[in-house]
């Protein structure tokens, strides 16, 4: 066993690399720490303070073990709140060791296999699409978990086999926690009742999971972010197929959910079948326009509104003296200080053949809906709405385009694949 674990570990280790261990205090960083620390030469550890009940004796037990191993170490604070939850913890901790990281530098973590199983039954049961079910990744960016093939049971065997020390984290018998309870009450009483251990079949599930996207061929080049922005053909995400579920899994990372829940897939298809705008609650919003199904961080996009951009969303506006080809998507304003650029307001109109128009009405007689109206820029020259790119000129911006004045905004989009899944 002693053997085994060790080799789990050292074999993902370059021993010319320098890497930082994330030392919680616990059995499984400790285990981690001790077994890196007597096999890689540069190595440090990092404890951050949660600010929760038995923080103290967990950063003391994490200082003990450092020191017995000889390693350089230091503990960061955080701005977690008493009872924050695990999601909170997570994210403020790898925010923390993150900006930590020294550009050549890899973070180790103790994740086990007992992780890998507990975190897929979550996802799970939150209703998660396929992309969830593959769980933790033994490698993300600059991170690597090299314990992912070892179970809790087998930490702790060696750790008393080996007088490693460490402190039990007493918040993991709060079955209130959905994790504990998992682990605590689920998987025992599954175990109880079959053959064989949960943990070897759902990672063997997990696996076969992980092999699917690997092999299944996506289609990317129809798959269009921008900032703020995100577009992928409706046809594509209706069906119920492995497919369809793959490419739900795409956008939950593209829009930075760790994985679509049951209430989040809900909310797609009844924009897709209903046609209908809905918000989800990290300020993206969807909707379809034109057989595309359309994601927009309003947010974002008023952001760059505010700071006076000069890319916004995938639109792209450049101002040039000169231009080889005339279309909606170009115009002659007048004096550069005096247009300014923002999205649509109630009410906006804009003079059409000798008629003040809701633009609205031009935008939903041009497919541009719900989501994707509201960030449309729109350019005003004062007061006017003189331009809405790629749609339509007022009277006064033909008017003055009749001058011949070369002072041109040219309004392109820019959109890019994505290519790494």
Known sequence: MTNKIEKDIIKNLDTSKNYVIALSGGVDSAVLATI????????????????QQHSNELEESANRISKKLKIYHKALDSN???????????????EILYSQLKEEEILLTGHTLSDKVETFFINLLRGTRVRGLRSIPKMTERTMRPLLGVSKENLIKYAKENDVEYLDDVSN????????????????????????????????????????????????KYVKTAKGYIEIPVALVREKNIKSNMYISLLSKTLGMPS???????????????????NFDNNWSCGVSNSL??????????????????????????????????????????????????SIKDGDKIKVDGKNVKVSEIFRNYGINN?????????????????????RKSDSLIEYEKSGKSNI?????????IEDY
Do not use: C
């Open 260 to 278: 679509l829940q049951k209430k989040d897939i809900e909310k797609i298809l009844m924009a897709i079948n209903d046609e209908k705008k809905v």
């Open 173 to 220: 018998f709060d079955n209130k926690i959905i994790r504990n309870w998992i682990r605590n009450e689920l998987i025992p009483k599954v175990d109880e009742k079959f053959s064989g251990t949960i943990e070897e079949k759902v990672s063997s599930l997990i696996t076969e999971i992980e092999s699917i996207f690997e092999t299944t061929d996506l289609d990317f």
């Open 371 to 391: 989501v994707l109206k509201e960030v449309w820029p729109v350019i005003f020259v004062e007061e006017e709405i003189y331009w809405v790119p790629g749609v």
């Open 80 to 94: 977690l709140e008493e009872n924050s939850s695990e999601t909170k913890m997570r994210e403020a901790r790898y």
């Open 409 to 417: 905004m040219i309004a392109s989009i820019e959109k890019s694949s």
């Open 36 to 51: 890196v620390a007597k096999q890689v030469p540069n190595v440090r550890s990092i404890f951050v303070r949660h600010n």
């Open 293 to 342: 199904l359309i994601f927009i961080n309003k947010k974002i996009w008023s952001e760059q509104y505010e700071t006076k951009e000069q890319e916004l969303g995938f639109f792209k506006f450049l101002s040039t003296e000169k231009v080889k080809f005339m279309n909606n998507w170009t115009a002659f304003l007048p004096q550069e200080e005096a247009f300014s650029i923002r």
